[in-house]
């Protein structure tokens, strides 16, 4: 599948919105189908940790297991799916804009189907992912601007 790609330029400094978006306590804020996400220890963001997340798609909650891949403050960060029939691959990349000043945010999302998840993925899942996309971005970008 083809990643699901989208940018929003915020009016915040780089390392301030690296830092929030990475932090998995912030993700229910701004994404409306994260019910809840949170580390599986108690160390700060580190490459290897993993993070449960909980989604809710229709009227189903779905438990996930996500694991940092890279991070590389403030410019990037990779995420990817460790269970489940879906598993997400998220890419973000934080462009500087205006001298540091302002921050160019590019998300790209993509899925990795396993079993039924092979016929979920392009079905349900993406759509339903590219629509709430956009959302999520002006979400963030309302919180970080009005903070």
Known sequence: MSAI??????ARRPEEV????????HLPEWQASALSARPLDDAPPHVGQRVAVTRRMGRRDLPMTMEVVELDPPRSW??????GP??????????PLDDGRRS???LALDFEGHGIGR??????VKPFARKEMPRSEEKLKHLLEHA
Not at 18 to 25: C, E, G, Q, S, V
Not at 86 to 95: A, H, L, N, P
């Open 104 to 106: 160019r945010v590019t």
């Open 86 to 95: 879906v598993r997400g691959d998220v890419r973000g990349t934080i462009e």
């Open 18 to 25: 690296y830092t929030y978006i990475t932090d998995p306590a």
């Open 119 to 124: 016929v979920l993925a392009p079905l349900v």
């Open 78 to 83: 990779h995420l990817h799916g460790v269970d």
């Open 5 to 10: 790609r989208q940018s929003i330029d915020i």
